[in-house]
């Protein structure tokens, strides 16, 4: 997160052929995490299949409609941000500035929903300790909860940046939004695994 | 091993200098300390006693008493308990590039205080449990239960300090103008140590893959902890070599001592 490189930083050419977004330190962490995730998701599908109709049955306890809620939150809240990485490029720090404070504010509400979906849960008894599906929902969901707010706290540090410097640093830039595009990704995968697969 | 042998041979032909005329020989011995504990630490634990790969938290009562009142595990946890003052010496040398770096003091701070922590809790609080066990004789086996579960709760769960200790490393190395250690290494550290809290789920799990010994809560943990471990010693070896010596803090001292 470091700016010290900003004003050296080269800009994107126009053929993006062979152009890495971001610095590639953020590219050797989502590859770390990518390989952790997979390897939950991995270890999830196994045990499923040792146990498939006791998952079936707990399944039934979520809440599909708040999953479909989170699930657009997060794509549109990505789709933000891809515009405002777009303009931060052009040179437009008020617009970028703008599109990444409304990728904050909808983001923000991911959370929010989190908590009105497990609070109930939890109150009815549907803790991790009830059985193994409910487990591995709370600490694959919990870790990616974890992901979501890093993502937002990184998203308000773009932001002073957009705020306080005339020509954003658009490694730094790409770099933040490359993590929220893995947030993304990680979510509708989770969303398959736990609420849709059958 | 050839990477350390190749490691040890350059820190003696460091600046072609006899080893112990180095104005960083503190950093060195404080450095070479580690393999010697993790060493112990691995012989102790594994052939030795037996205590690691952790046993089953449904290990049978038989099972536990037999365990417990082993001698090698007292003799195990005898070993330790003098053995784990090194790991203050192994971070000292990670304390001392941290104060290196272009960071708030805060964070080196932080990760000295979650290391000692760490090590109290996740580390001295277990070696008493084991060790209790054989000391004397008669113990009922409901009370060796409860120190065979205390021992290993933690043990394995108590990383929350390690969580708060690596982290601190983390964020040091990310905000770190200087480039101290390189950046990648700061991104690896985090992940790191974030996959360490869920640990914690063997709290409510006593059996199964969350469970102390289960594969999500100890092997896949330790499968990201034990490359990590090895990457982040050889970085700081680099750093250390790296050091200019007009930096170190004992400059001073070691200058006057060279011209005596």
Redesign the interface.
């Known amino acids: 997160m470091t700016t010290t490189a900003a004003d050296t930083t080269p800009r994107p050419p126009a053929g993006r052929a062979g152009y890495m977004p971001g610095e590639p330190g953020m590219w050797f962490f989502i590859i770390g995490d990518l390989f952790i995730f997979a390897v939950y998701f991995v270890a999830y599908m196994i045990y499923r299949g040792q146990q498939p109709e006791l998952f079936l049955h707990s399944q039934q306890f979520l809440s599909p409609g708040i999953g479909v809620i989170n699930t657009l939150i997060l794509l549109t809240s990505s789709w933000c941000l891809a515009l405002g990485t777009e303009a931060a490029r052009k040179g437009n720090s008020a617009a970028a500035f703008r599109l990444l404070a409304a990728t904050f504010a909808i983001g923000a509400l991911f959370p929010l929903l989190k908590m009105v979906e497990w609070v109930p849960k939890l109150a009815a008894g549907h803790s991790p300790g009830e059985n193994l599906f409910f487990m591995y929902y709370y600490v694959m969901t919990g870790l990616h909860l974890c992901h979501v707010l890093l993502g937002l706290v990184i998203i308000g540090f773009m932001l002073r940046h957009l705020r306080h410097r005339a020509s954003p640093d658009i490694k730094f830039i790409e770099a933040g939004a490359v993590y929220w595009h893995m947030v993304d990704l990680l979510w509708l995968v989770l969303f398959a695994l736990f609420y849709l697969m059958r | 091993m050839n990477i350390a042998t190749a490691a040890l041979a350059g820190t003696l032909a460091d600046s072609g200098r006899p080893w112990y005329k180095s104005p960083k020989l503190d950093q060195y011995i404080c450095f070479w300390s580690v393999p010697v504990f993790y060493n112990l630490f691995g012989l102790v634990f594994v052939p030795l006693s037996w205590m690691m790969p952790p046993r089953s938290p449904t290990n049978s009562i038989d099972g536990v008493v037999a365990f417990m009142q082993s001698p090698n595990l007292l003799l195990a946890t005898t070993i330790l308990i003098l053995c784990v003052a090194l790991s203050a010496v192994g971070n000292a040398v990670y304390m001392s590039q941290m104060r290196r770096m272009a960071v708030s003091p805060v964070l080196r701070y932080a990760f000295v205080v979650g290391a000692i922590t760490g090590a109290i809790v996740g580390c001295l609080f277990p070696m008493f449990c084991f060790g209790l066990g054989a000391f004397r004789e008669g113990y009922d086996p409901e009370v060796l239960q409860l120190l065979y579960d205390f021992g290993y709760m933690s043990f394995i769960g108590c990383l929350g300090c390690f969580f708060l200790n690596w982290s601190c490393l983390g964020l040091s190395i ?2 770190d ?1 200087k480039q101290t250690l ?3 290494l ?3 550290t ?2 790191q140590s ?2 360490e809290i ?1 640990a914690m ?1 063997l709290w ?2 006593d059996s ?3 469970a102390w010994d289960g ?2 809560t100890f092997w ?1 943990n330790m499968l ?1 902890y034990v490359p990590w471990q090895f990457i982040v010693y050889f970085c700081i070896y680099r750093a250390i070599r790296q050091q200019p010596e007009s930096e170190l803090d004992n400059a001073p001292y070691v200058g006057g001592a060279a011209r005596a």
């Open positions: 990310l905000l103008e390189p950046r990648w700061g991104y690896y985090i992940w974030v996959t869920f789920t409510v799990s199964g893959p969350f594969v999500m896949f990201l």
